[in-house]
């Protein structure tokens, strides 16, 4: 997906703990914004999602802190779509010091695609598919 960044944005003085650097709590929101802007660049736009009753929960997520981010530090997020199901996607968000360009953080995450009223897991759409199969990125080589 080359499409730029799914997130930019700032780490602020309150966002830090006793150490000095971005509290967890802080990676979790900041790669949850990216989320938002991944989905709507797969047709997960909030339209689609409130007209068709439709949502995306997260079912898993992992994330790997590689380096500090302090704060008046610019952050950047790329995502990349890993891989598309029935009714779920895998994703990975790259989290940046977009100074240095060094990977701050990356994260993992599954999304199922749900009927919000039933509450369940339901196929996507295929328009979504269509959408979301052009962003599949390339398999990452060993």
Request: hydrophobic share 40%.
């Amino acid at each position: 997906m080359a499409q730029g960044a799914t997130y930019r944005g700032t780490v602020y003085p309150w966002q830090c703990d006793h150490v000095g650097h971005m509290n967890i709590m802080w990676y979790v929101g900041k790669f949850d914004e990216a989320n938002w802007n991944l989905f709507a660049r797969l047709g997960l736009t909030p339209s689609y999602l409130r007209s068709s009753g439709r949502g995306m929960a997260a079912v898993q997520q992992n994330i790997t802190y590689r380096r500090e981010l302090l704060a008046g530090d610019i952050v950047e997020i790329r995502s990349h779509l890993l891989e598309l199901r029935d009714k779920s996607i895998c994703f990975r968000h790259d989290m940046a010091n977009a100074e240095t360009g060094e990977i701050a953080a990356f994260c993992e995450i599954t999304g199922v695609h749900m009927d919000r009223s039933q509450r369940k897991s339901v196929p996507f759409m295929d328009a979504i598919r269509e959408i979301a199969s052009r962003h599949l990125a390339a398999p990452a080589e060993v």
